[in-house]
């Protein structure tokens, strides 16, 4: 069933870097208290450096009044003229610091970007929502099947010879069988959804009526797992309308892998980091001090980048910069969006089981699964916040 891999295939992680994800790190901290140890580190060296050139820039401002004050009263024209060249070199100064202010807010931002963009592919931890994914499809795929309900087996090796000893008598009897033969292992598994199912309980009833009066006891089990049958293929089909969501879900999660790993490719090429190194340093590391190391090593690069290309391309180099920040703000974005549609769906198996959960075949199944269900909610809870994904995602630049 594909829909138990649905997150563990398609959540966002470089194919090469997602065999460690799961893991926390062996000390220390972990994935999300890393990477805001990082940003935070980022925030207070921002705050400082604005601080510090919103002090020069108020300095400078103050000499530029005084010295305009000054020229005005003056009277010597030598006096006026210094004052003037000092004047200009106190704008000049005052503009080079609100330059220096622009670049500052560049480089934390885009080492910003860097910094959640490499952290994405492990503080989701798709390995371990995969483990509680693969028990609650499992079992809700059991739940789906009649043949793990007491007594069905039995009951159905009785209505299967039926069908084989009288498929050449009628034709319902024979599309019948070769429905069941052809959709699986008619011994194993009947199937509850599409053309055979009016055909199937057509001739379980055709079954019925033809059992004699001294077969009250059979066929008194058999309505029973008639209606059975029935409860089982109307809980498949209500199913089946949340699960054609985790269609459309898988879809965009597998296009945000590919953007993910295309935006994470090319950071790295602007970094001049291997993807080896990377892995080897960052991504499969699991002690904390080191991954620390690495990503503050990757924060230094960044902001040189962002410096080197200011000085190499000084009129469009926030050109670069701006479009790697707003492709990693958009993943971001999009990836609290997903995770919030994966977090209602979720929801909706609630209200399915409520619809179930007193009844007396179907009751005991469907309790096991709303257990199974807790257990991967809370999983889900631990491991995503969709909301506060999306609202970090919009503040997660500074602005000037």
Request: hydrophobic share 35%; no cysteine; proline share 2%.
């Amino acid at each position: 069933m594909k829909k138990t891999l649905f997150i563990a295939a398609t959540l966002i992680s470089s194919a090469s870097f997602t065999q460690d994800t799961a893991q926390q790190v062996s000390s220390g901290l972990d994935d999300k208290q890393l990477r805001d140890k990082v940003l935070n580190e980022i925030q207070s060296g921002f705050d400082k450096r604005t601080k510090s050139i919103d002090s020069t820039v108020f300095r400078l401002d103050e000499r530029v009044n005084y010295l305009d004050k000054s020229i005005k009263e003056s009277k010597d024209a030598r006096e006026k003229a210094d004052k003037l060249l000092e004047r200009v070199q106190s704008l000049e100064d005052k503009q080079k610091a609100i330059d220096q202010n622009e670049l500052n807010i560049f480089q934390a931002n885009y080492q910003s970007a860097i910094v959640n963009l490499v952290s994405m592919d492990r503080e989701i931890k798709p390995l371990l929502l995969f483990n509680s994914t693969k028990e609650f499809f499992g079992s809700l795929s059991e739940a789906g099947n009649p043949m793990n309900y007491p007594g069905f087996t039995e009951w159905y090796k009785g209505f299967n010879t039926y069908l084989q000893s009288n498929d050449k008598k009628s034709p319902l009897l024979s599309v019948t069988s070769s429905l069941l033969n052809f959709t699986g292992n008619a011994t194993k598994l009947v199937p509850l959804t599409g053309p055979v199912t009016s055909a199937l309980f057509s001739s379980m009833t055709s079954y019925i009526d033809n059992m004699g009066k001294k077969e009250k006891d059979l066929k008194a089990q058999s309505e029973k797992m008639l209606t059975l049958t029935m409860k089982i293929s109307q809980f498949t089909y209500d199913k089946d309308q949340i699960e054609h969501e985790w269609e459309s879900i898988t879809k965009e999660l597998m296009d945000l892998q590919k953007k993910y790993e295309k935006s994470l490719t090319n950071n790295l090429a602007i970094l001049k980091i291997a993807a080896g190194d990377f892995g080897a340093g960052f991504s499969k590391e699991n002690d904390a001090e080191k991954r620390y190391q690495y990503l503050t090593q990757m924060r230094e690069k960044a902001a040189a980048f962002v410096s080197t290309e200011k000085n190499n391309n000084p009129k469009d180099w926030k050109q670069q910069v701006y479009f790697q920040m707003n492709e990693v703000q958009s993943l971001k974005l999009r990836f609290g969006q997903i995770t919030f549609r994966i977090s209602e769906n979720i929801v909706k198996y609630a209200d399915l089981f409520a619809k179930y959960r007193n009844d007396e075949q179907l009751g005991s199944r469907i309790k096991d699964l709303e257990l199974k269900l807790k257990d991967l909610q809370e999983t889900f809870d631990k491991t995503f916040d969709p909301l506060d994904y999306i609202s970090s995602a919009s503040k997660m630049y500074k602005v000037s």
